[in-house]
């Protein structure tokens, strides 16, 4: 049942331990350069400057040093997701084009009574890449500071770095206590998806055979999967209120929040290092 393993496809709201340069890095500074490469990442429109992006995204998990096989597995599930992103921009886009850019290629298909035209623009094409790269880019740093960082020192990190807005009432402690729950229910969704399908394939239930190229036909089978996964996840998420009401929990207010230390050399660098990038893509006219 090696295609029921989706708990180890789920790369986001795991912890590595590791003694890597990025692991070491205090979790603000890797928030705030986080911040600043996604500034970087979603504002390119060349393939040029796409491709630059996502080369200091790959040194980034190099640099993590956790194995990039195990990083990429985090994509495998999203395939499916990009191949249907792909032909709807070509099919859509390509027949649509408000620019009026140049035709690539253009097929006519019929499906019965449907007759449409798959059509490929410039301005098709380059949305499409773009819009590839930057999904890869931001799982890719996703997971590399989710992999390097726990969920603990995360949620301290979002919480400090939005203390000073607690004299505008923004809830710094609140929104941490959310993306810590957030990040910690992942996994465990997964698990809960990955238990249920096994027990129905136990009991005869068929799923369709696992490939990227037949995720229509698996999609369709997981409906009757999704009702009991949700009642699940509404359990816990339930169960976990009554937990947190029974320990008096009352949010932030009146309660004296974890100060982190000073920020060291390797901290400024990173965060020097994150914004420099974002500069020089931001200001670098590629010729493509």
Same mark, same amino acid.
Request: aromatic residues 10%; contains cysteine; proline residues 6%.
């Given at each position: 049942?090696?295609?029921?393993?989706?708990?180890? !496809?789920?790369?986001?709201?795991?912890? &590595?331990?590791?003694? !890597?340069?990025?692991?070491?890095?205090?979790?603000?500074?890797?928030?705030?350069?986080?911040? #600043?490469?996604?500034? +970087? /990442?979603?504002?390119?429109?060349?393939?040029?400057?796409?491709?630059?992006?996502? #080369?200091?995204? /790959?040194?980034?998990? %190099?640099?993590?040093?956790?194995?990039?096989?195990?990083? $990429?597995?985090?994509?495998?599930? $999203? &395939?499916?997701?990009?191949?249907?992103?792909?032909?709807?921009? @070509? /099919?859509?886009?390509?027949?649509?084009?408000?620019?009026?850019?140049?035709?690539?290629?253009?097929?006519?298909?019929?499906?019965?009574?449907?007759?449409?035209?798959?059509? *490929?623009?410039?301005?098709?094409?380059?949305?499409?890449?773009?819009?590839?790269?930057?999904?890869?880019?931001?799982?890719?740093?996703?997971?590399?500071?989710? $992999?390097?960082?726990?969920?603990?020192?995360?949620?301290?990190?979002?919480? !400090?770095?939005?203390?000073?807005?607690?004299?505008?009432?923004?809830?710094?402690?609140? *929104?941490?206590?959310?993306? +810590?729950? +957030?990040?910690? %229910?992942?996994?465990? &969704?997964?698990?809960?998806?990955?238990?249920?399908?096994?027990?129905?394939?136990?009991?005869?239930?068929?799923?369709?055979?696992?490939?990227? @190229?037949?995720?229509?036909?698996? #999609?369709?089978?997981?409906?009757?999967?999704?009702?009991?996964?949700?009642?699940?996840?509404?359990?816990? +998420?339930?169960?976990? *209120?009554?937990?947190?009401?029974?320990?008096?929990?009352?949010?932030?207010?009146?309660?004296?929040?974890?100060?982190?230390?000073?920020?060291?050399?390797?901290? =400024?660098?990173?965060?020097?290092?994150? =914004? #420099? *990038?974002?500069?020089? $893509?931001?200001?670098?006219? %590629?010729? /493509?």
């Amino acid at each position: 049942m090696d295609e029921f393993e989706f708990a180890r !496809s789920v790369t986001i709201g795991q912890y &590595v331990p590791g003694t !890597s340069i990025v692991h070491r890095i205090d979790p603000r500074a890797k928030l705030i350069a986080f911040v #600043a490469l996604i500034a +970087a /990442v979603i504002t390119q429109a060349s393939y040029l400057g796409n491709a630059v992006a996502l #080369a200091v995204v /790959v040194a980034i998990v %190099f640099a993590s040093g956790i194995p990039f096989g195990y990083v $990429l597995s985090g994509i495998r599930p $999203l &395939v499916p997701i990009l191949i249907v992103y792909t032909a709807f921009n @070509f /099919v859509f886009l390509g027949n649509y084009d408000p620019t009026g850019s140049a035709v690539l290629w253009r097929q006519p298909i019929e499906i019965g009574p449907i007759h449409f035209n798959f059509t *490929i623009t410039e301005n098709s094409t380059r949305q499409t890449i773009q819009g590839v790269m930057r999904v890869l880019d931001l799982v890719l740093l996703s997971s590399a500071l989710t $992999l390097t960082t726990t969920i603990t020192a995360t949620a301290k990190g979002v919480e !400090s770095l939005l203390q000073p807005f607690r004299r505008v009432r923004v809830p710094g402690h609140e *929104i941490a206590m959310v993306l +810590a729950i +957030a990040y910690r %229910f992942m996994p465990t &969704v997964a698990e809960e998806l990955e238990r249920l399908m096994k027990a129905q394939a136990s009991r005869g239930a068929d799923f369709g055979s696992p490939g990227a @190229f037949r995720f229509v036909q698996r #999609a369709r089978q997981l409906v009757p999967i999704t009702v009991p996964l949700f009642v699940s996840a509404f359990r816990r +998420a339930e169960d976990l *209120i009554l937990a947190m009401e029974a320990r008096c929990y009352v949010g932030g207010a009146g309660r004296t929040p974890v100060r982190l230390g000073r920020l060291h050399g390797l901290d =400024w660098s990173a965060m020097a290092f994150a =914004w #420099a *990038i974002t500069v020089a $893509l931001l200001a670098t006219r %590629f010729p /493509v």
